[in-house]
């Protein structure tokens, strides 16, 4: 069982989520009663969709994870399960995007999730 497996079941039983289809179309999503939370798109790539002031709260921590990947402007992050460890982590950021959306104001619902949108990668130096 891949990792995503392994946190698409630990996810499925808990009592505020349901398994749906993604809004995106690919693979099964997790939503609770305010929003879909998260997208399960391979065996790999997850994408978990976080509020804005979340995002901007826990920023620098998720910037300095090497597991996920966030685009400007949206309020999905892209998580990369390769390990238990990264299960573990995407677990956690459910639990605190549940809590987000709970106290998030009307309106915060948010744009599609990051499946086939480009994602940058800035280098450290530039190209010669």
């Not at 398994?19 to 399960?40: D, K, M, Q, W």
């Amino acid at each position: 069982m891949t990792p995503a497996e392994r946190a698409h079941e630990r996810l499925a039983s808990w009592p505020d989520l349901t398994t749906v289809t993604s809004s995106c179309g690919t693979g099964p999503a997790l939503r609770s009663a305010h929003s879909e939370i998260v997208h399960f798109h391979s065996a790999h790539e997850v994408d978990l969709h976080l509020t804005g002031r979340a995002i901007q709260r826990l920023s620098r921590d998720l910037r300095a994870s090497t597991a996920i990947r966030l685009l400007p402007g949206s309020r999905w992050v892209t998580v990369h399960l390769d390990c238990e460890s990264d299960a573990d982590l995407l677990v956690s950021l459910v639990s605190m995007a549940l809590q987000a959306h709970q106290s998030a104001p009307p309106g915060e619902e948010g744009t599609r999730c990051n499946l086939h949108r480009v994602m940058l990668v800035p280098r450290d130096e530039p190209l010669v």
